[in-house]
């Protein structure tokens, strides 16, 4: 694909609704992924990820709105027309035929000479790591390898945009880190445009540029990877980007310009800029908060339960702010179920969340 064509790739979406009757599965969505980079649908199931996906592909026609690809309105054109490329979260692979025969089938469809398809699938299995394959049948191929024919095979019909739908879901837990860590790299060095589809959030930390967060077939918010986490725009996003201890209580003044959380009986100062006095939620990230003694400067407590998990130890922690978990260092003895602790942390790192 020339320099020329990736660029012209980005996608835009103006008000886009989906409905199957007065079900609004997508309701008024609009967003832009630039040229050369990736972007995530991320949410739960149910969410309107994977309608959008498809209507991005021409699968899905859209009740109302734009959809324009590399600057052209695509909105009412057919999947052929359109020209982007999708891997399936099942691989979709012809059983019966050979890597090759796989990768070469989608050009050969649109009545490029066979000689020529081979030479670009060739060339699309060796950038891929796939060299030596070529005569192999899907079934005689690990889960990992399957994964790469098909994004091969995607790959080959140089496509302005790629759409992943939840393409790492087949695949246990370590091969799951690799492949991501690949289609990234390659997302990267091809500098190619890329749509990706999976409930899983660490996978959409990992590999994106920006994510679109949709709940309810809406965009709850969207981001970098940085700023959804440190920044949630409210209750559900801290709650479904990474784990959160989500706190009720109110913001009430420390007496020296600055403000304090206060719940329960218990405060804490904290940094919310440009946040007023009054009722609020505070939500704490398990690796932000510290064991110590109880005491001045920490939230009192006594442990529910704690879970050795290789890398750190998860703490339950009982305390006027209801059961907080904590992750602590591995290596330091685990404390017993009902010994008293205090939890701290710094205000930097306690996020205040818009009312």
Sequence with gaps: MSDQNRKAGGVVFEQVTKRYGSFAAVDAVSFTIEP?????????????????????????????????????????????????????????LFPHMNVLDNVSYGPQSMRMPRAQAEALAHDKLKMLGLSGLEKRLPSELSGGQQQRVAVAR??????????????????DAKLRRRVRQEIRELQQSLSLTVLYVTHDQSEALAVSDQIIVMDAGRIAQQGTPHQLYRQPAGRFMADFIGDANLVDG???????????????????PVRADGAAPG?????????????????????????????????????????????????????????????????????????????
Aim: proline share 7%; hydrophobic share 45%; glycine share 10%.
């Design 36 to 92: 050369a980079t990736l972007v995530t649908l991320l949410g739960p199931s149910g969410c309107g990820k994977t309608t959008t996906l498809r209507m991005v592909a021409g699968l899905e026609p859209a009740t109302s709105g734009r959809i324009l690809i590399g600057g052209a309105d695509v909105t009412h054109r057919s999947a052929a027309e359109r020209d982007v490329s999708m891997v399936f979260q099942s691989y979709a």
């Design 154 to 171: 995607s790959l080959v019909l140089e496509p302005a945009v790629l759409l992943f739908d939840e393409p790492l879901s087949n695949l």
């Design 250 to 268: 109110e913001l009430v003044p420390d007496g020296a310009g600055g403000l304090r959380f206060a719940a329960a009986g218990v405060s804490a």
């Design 279 to 355: 009722a609020s939620t505070l939500a704490l990230r398990p690796h932000r908060l510290r064991l110590v003694a109880s005491g001045e400067g920490a939230v009192a407590g006594t442990c529910r339960r704690a879970d050795y998990l290789g890398s750190h130890l998860e703490v339950l922690v009982d305390t006027p702010w209801g059961e907080l978990l904590l992750f602590a260092d591995a290596d330091m003895p685990a404390p017993a179920p009902g010994a008293a602790l205090g939890v701290a942390f710094a205000p930097d790192d306690a996020i205040v969340l818009p009312r």
